[in-house]
């Protein structure tokens, strides 16, 4: 916030409320369950590791031993990381065999990747 001459410039200077715009803009509110998920959504995907998984299998689906050796983690640390994100409904995951594979849940991740690179992007 600048200050200037003591006052904010980036608040009204007057008290004024545009009632018909309030009441507009709470009837497109998402409702409160929703808006936690949502937030529980963004949390999943705060972590750079969790964003690197997602980077990677936004190209092709991988097993844990695959992605552990592209990050450079052990699969200890990489299970942690696919559980979270499993538990998110952000991955989904396949076995073949005595190897499981995971894969992102839906194209919406991606688009939720590729739109917030392009938003740092911007700048």
């Not at 995951?93 to 005595?98: D, L, M, P, S």
Request: hydrophobic share 40%; net charge negative; charged share 30%.
């Amino acid at each position: 916030m600048n200050v200037e001459a003591g006052k904010l410039e980036d608040v009204c200077e007057i008290n004024f409320t545009d009632e018909e715009a309030i009441v507009l803009v709470r009837k497109s509110l998402s409702d409160e369950p929703k808006i936690h998920r949502i937030a529980e959504i963004f949390k999943a995907l705060s972590d750079p590791t969790r964003i690197r998984v997602i980077e990677a299998l936004s190209i092709r689906e991988l097993c844990v031993c695959d992605l552990a050796n592209l990050l450079g983690m052990t699969q200890s640390a990489i299970s942690h990381q696919l559980r979270i994100l499993r538990q998110n409904s952000i991955l989904k995951y396949r076995k073949e065999g005595r190897i499981v594979y995971y894969s992102l849940d839906d194209e919406h991740v991606s688009e939720i990747l590729d739109s917030v690179a392009s938003h740092v992007s911007h700048r």
